[in-house]
């Protein structure tokens, strides 16, 4: 004879359930963590410095000292140049 499983055990409903319930739990907060961050982004504007010394064609990430963010950074960002002003 064969084993029968169990419709209860963690192969059957059970596992169905908290493998959907998992799923939605870090929907949730990924979805949370993308409206804060938004949020906190459309509180920034921009401002340009000195635009005629732009370079067309420079090194990776140079040209960034030219924008001045007002307002708080968002989400630690350490790699770019931008100068943020309160």
Do not use: W
Not at 18 to 24: M, S
């Amino acid at each position: 004879m064969e084993k029968q499983g169990s419709a209860f055990g963690i192969d059957g409903i059970a596992g169905m359930l908290i493998a959907t319930v998992l799923l939605l739990t870090i929907l949730a907060g990924l979805v949370t963590a993308a409206i804060k961050t938004q949020q906190a982004t459309a509180q920034q504007s921009y401002e340009i410095v000195d635009p005629l010394s732009i370079q067309k064609i420079g090194a990776d990430l140079s040209n960034e000292t030219h924008v001045i963010i007002h307002g708080e950074p968002v989400g630690g960002d350490t790699l770019h140049k931008y100068k943020f002003e309160k």
